[in-house]
């Protein structure tokens, strides 16, 4: 046996052991309860960072424990692989995308094995392995059967030196290619998209069923939805065409005085003018350049022009005319909107540039408005006026009220109808790069859009092209591989250029984990509907719409075509907070500085002397406050990193790295490590004797409460900063236990190893081995709390004042003597005698009596 805790040693043999036992893999047919845990899977840029660690020993933890209650547990990890990064790396460093992204993923495995994370590898999805992506295209035609998968134009970033396609993150924030530095222009693309619309009242609806969710996502994803109730009313053009709004409030319709269309509204051509068609197009041209967050920031000013018509209120039969504007796009309801000035502040404002009429229809009960008077929109409540058959309804929502009047008179006089309107949008999948998963379609000229039959799949991705990073796609160059014949009428046809948008293979990977090596479907739904949903999903904020949103609505449609049977795939959701670790930071100039080149007692920025700040911020090269998990496991070992990461912070909160806390828990290791190693092999442990002493049962009742108290702390909010307090509470009370060769010892240092199997899971296999077991502690089960030793004894405590007895007290037989201090104090009897008086002394005779000496 070592005679020194070695962690380098330790963990390595027993990572070996483990993979070649398959300890981690998966139990299939079982009578056991099922528990999927998982984490939200890495993308592989070739390096592990702290962020990474702590989600996937939260999980891990998690794994581990139900594995020990008697749950079997599928716990996977794989690879989001496809995206942006790799193509950089081919076109800079000239490495193909497939080379690079592989040989990242072999190193961030390694990486991962060395955290002792208790994965069944034999399930390791890759996104970009055409094994798995030929399953993403079928789920692509399956939209597309159903209807929820179409093709529009849209706008994309376009770099016109390049004559290439952007992408968001390579648009800096002033609006240049990160390439060519050219300003990027805004240019209408035939794209794909999937129908998430036709689902935003099931995903907002279904939030309710997600309670073990954070509120705080729940409520994003509903921000996000974005729902809002009115009416859709149809305006008229003059010449008969229709122009349909949605308003939320259609009781201030008779206040309506011009309406707004987006430049880019199909009926602008038409409705405008010669003599208004110059100053539309020109505006047209300068909306188009624009990106939607500035034409519809709030602090703009307004911009627009008038189109030369107007359009016919269908309420009152009045003419209003018909502008253009930036601000109204036309991705959101219909495209144009009806204007109220006097009760809306950004049609106020419209109203006010171009001297535009404004009608006050709500009066507030305490004044009168005066439209010359008014310098801002009166947005509240009143009561409805200058309004036909509204007047006198007080202004608002609910029943009674103005809105519902007006949405039952438009319906009674079939001028518009109540409807909900949705904030979310059609989701862009297209993209036009190289390194994604090809959508599987053929276009032909006579019979337009042909999916590519299912024989046929995986499209694969050529392997043989160029990356220039300027021009069309890879892919859209690449003459040999486009050019196919039509699958239905075999003529000549084109393949579909664009690739998937990465979120689509990243919306599905957590169904394909149930069954992952199928090769013949994309999963089998008996297996996929016995794992799923996800019991625990573990992952950062930023997936707080988007992935999770997108894997909700996939998993809503494969239900709706038959295959799962579920309508959430994620019961619980845990968010992790980030690390953050000290920068040093120069408040004037809020410049970075790397510690190693500062005097950390007194940081001073080197090259203006001013004092420097320290700041905790989430760690990034660019701060210079990165800790490489490497390093840390180089010297103290994987067991102390996940120690630490679990004891420094509850795991929904923000983690400080603290390098004197990593001490402490390698500290905290290396005394069980002695403390077990000192007690040696099994051979104490025997059957409890019929009466214990004293001090065994304080040792019994310290064990059973630790079990309690670890195993309350993994249940709901896994609180794993407080089961990690409980074990260092446990290793002190079997430190200190007089009773080393009781046999309630030996169950003492058991229920340690196994209550911290989970958390430092090297250590606790190797000292449980030592023990003489020839099973992994893996496969024990988890200890149960014993209720018998944690009834606690009663004893009568003597108190008395000034050394005359006053009564007695019953406390229980282990309190200690700050203890019995405490209850005498607290209890009624002494505050009888000493409520009143200062007291000089307390003399303690544990197991008997407490006297008061009082002044
Ligand atoms: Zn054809």
């Known amino acids: 046996m070592e005679s020194r805790y070695n962690p380098a040693e330790i963990e390595e043999r027993w990572q070996q052991h483990w993979a070649a036992q398959g300890v981690d893999r998966t139990p299939e047919d079982s009578a056991k ?61 000239g490495v193909h995308p497939a080379q690079w992204t592989y040989e990242n993923i072999d190193q961030m495995r390694v990486q991962l094995q060395r955290l002792g994370l208790s994965y069944d590898w034999d399930r390791e999805v890759t996104t970009c392995s055409p094994d798995y992506y030929r399953w993403t295209q079928w789920i692509f035609l399956e939209f597309l059967k159903a209807g929820l998968a179409y093709q529009k134009e849209a706008a994309v970033n376009w770099d016109p030196i390049d004559q290439t396609v952007l992408a968001n993150e390579q648009v800096d924030s002033e609006g240049r290619s990160w390439r060519s530095g050219a300003k990027v222009e805004r240019r209408l693309l035939k794209q794909w998209f999937f129908k998430i619309t036709d ?36 305006f008229k053009t003059a010449a008969g065409d229709d122009l349909p709004i949605f308003t939320t409030r259609p009781d201030t319709l008779w206040g309506a005085t ?5 430049p880019e509204h199909p009926l602008v051509a038409k409705l405008t003018t010669p003599a208004q068609a110059q100053a539309v197009q020109a505006y047209q041209a300068g909306a188009a350049a624009k990106s939607e967050i500035d034409r519809t920031a709030e602090d703009r000013e307004k911009t627009g022009v008038w189109t030369g018509s107007e359009a016919i209120n269908p309420v009152d039969g009045a003419k209003i005319p018909i502008w253009i504007a930036d601000y109204v796009l036309m991705g959101y309801g219909t495209g144009a909107i009806m204007a109220v000035p006097a009760h809306d502040q950004r049609d106020f404002e419209f109203a006010k540039a171009f001297d535009l009429p404004i009608k006050v229809v709500v009066q507030p009960a305490d004044q009168s408005l005066q439209v010359e008077a008014m310098t801002e929109a009166y947005p509240h409540d009143g009561v409805m006026v200058n309004s036909g058959p509204l007047d006198g309804i007080p202004a608002g929502k609910g029943a009674g009220q103005s809105v519902e009047a007006a949405v039952q008179w438009l319906e009674q006089n079939g001028k518009g109808k109540g409807m909900a309107n949705y904030r979310l949008r059609d989701w862009l999948i297209s993209r036009q790069r190289y390194w994604g998963c090809p959508i599987p379609v053929v276009h032909c000229p006579t019979c337009g859009i042909v999916p590519v039959p299912d024989a046929n799949l995986p499209v694969q991705l050529p392997e043989d092209v160029e990356f220039s990073g300027r021009g069309a796609s890879p892919l859209a160059k690449l003459e040999s591989w486009i050019n196919v014949p039509c ?15 990465t979120f689509m293979c990243s919306s599905w990977y957590y169904l394909r984990y149930a069954d992952a090596r199928n090769d013949q479907q994309t999963f089998d739904p008996a297996k996929t509907n016995a794992w799923l949903p996800v019991d625990q999903y573990v992952g950062g904020i930023e997936h707080a719409i988007l992935h999770l949103l997108y894997s909700r609505f996939l998993t809503k449609v494969l239900r709706d075509r038959g295959l799962l049977n579920f309508n959430e795939p994620f019961k619980r959701l845990l968010t992790q907070g980030m690390v953050q670790a000290a920068a040093y930071k ?31 911020e989430k760690m990034s090269k660019s701060k210079y406050n990165g800790i490489d998990p490497e390093l840390v496991l180089g010297k103290y070992g994987a067991d102390t990193a996940r120690m630490f990461i679990l004891f420094k912070a509850p795991p929904e909160k923000d983690l400080e790295w603290d390098d004197a806390d990593v001490e402490g828990q390698f500290r905290f290791l290396n005394r069980v490590w002695r403390l077990v190693t000192e007690f040696g092999r099994a051979g104490a442990a025997g059957l409890l004797p019929a009466e214990l002493s004293k001090p065994e049962k304080d040792l019994r009742f310290a064990i059973h409460n630790a079990i309690q108290q670890i195993t309350e702390d993994l249940e709901g ?8 307090s409980e074990l260092m509470k446990l290793n002190n009370a079997l430190t200190d236990a007089p009773c080393k060769t009781s046999p309630v010892y030996a169950e003492g240092i058991e229920t340690l190893l196994r209550l911290l199997a989970p958390f430092a899971p090297h250590l606790a296999e190797d000292l449980w081995q ?28 003597v108190i008395q004042v000034m050394g005359k007895t006053r ?20 209890s009624e009897l002494a505050q009888k005698y000493i409520a009143d008086k200062t007291i000089k002394k307390v003399i303690v005779v544990p197991g008997k009596l407490v006297n008061f000496v009082v002044e």
Not at 487 to 501: K, N, Q, V
Not at 587 to 608: C, H, I, M, W
Not at 717 to 724: L, M, S
Request: aromatic share 10%; charged share 20%; proline share 9%.
């Open 33 to 93: 309860p099922k528990f999927y845990a998982l984490s939200m899977f890495p993308y592989p840029s070739g390096n592990l960072h702290m962020g990474h660690v702590r989600n996937y020993t939260i999980t891990d933890v998690i794994a581990r424990v139900r594995r020990m209650q008697g749950y079997r547990v599928l716990h996977p990890m794989g690879w989001d692989a496809f995206g942006l990064p790799a193509e950089n790396a081919a076109i800079d460093r």
């Open 199 to 234: 689902y935003a009242e099931q995903l907002l609806q279904d939030l309710d069923q997600l309670d073990g969710w954070p509120e705080r996502v729940r409520l994003m994803q509903e921000n996000w939805i974005g729902k809002s109730t009115g009416a859709e009313v149809v």
């Open 258 to 262: 011009f309406m707004v269309l987006s």
């Open 487 to 501: 699958p239905s009428c075999g003529e000549p046809a084109r393949r579909e250029t664009d690739t998937m948008d």
């Open 586 to 616: 120069n408040p004037t100039t809020g410049r970075y500085f790397a510690p190693s080149q500062l005097d950390l007692v007194n940081p001073k920025d080197p090259e203006t002397g001013e004092p420097l700040e320290v700041v905790f």
């Open 717 to 724: 909010d896994y609180q794993f900063n407080t089961a990690v």
């Open 770 to 797: 030592n023990l003489g077991h020839q099973t992994s502690i893996h496969q024990q089960a988890w200890p149960q709390a014993d209720p018998t030793a944690l009834v606690v004894d009663e004893i009568p405590l």
């Open 807 to 826: 009564g007695t007290i019953p406390v229980p037989a282990q309190a200690d003597k700050q203890q019995l201090e405490q209850y005498a104090r607290e």
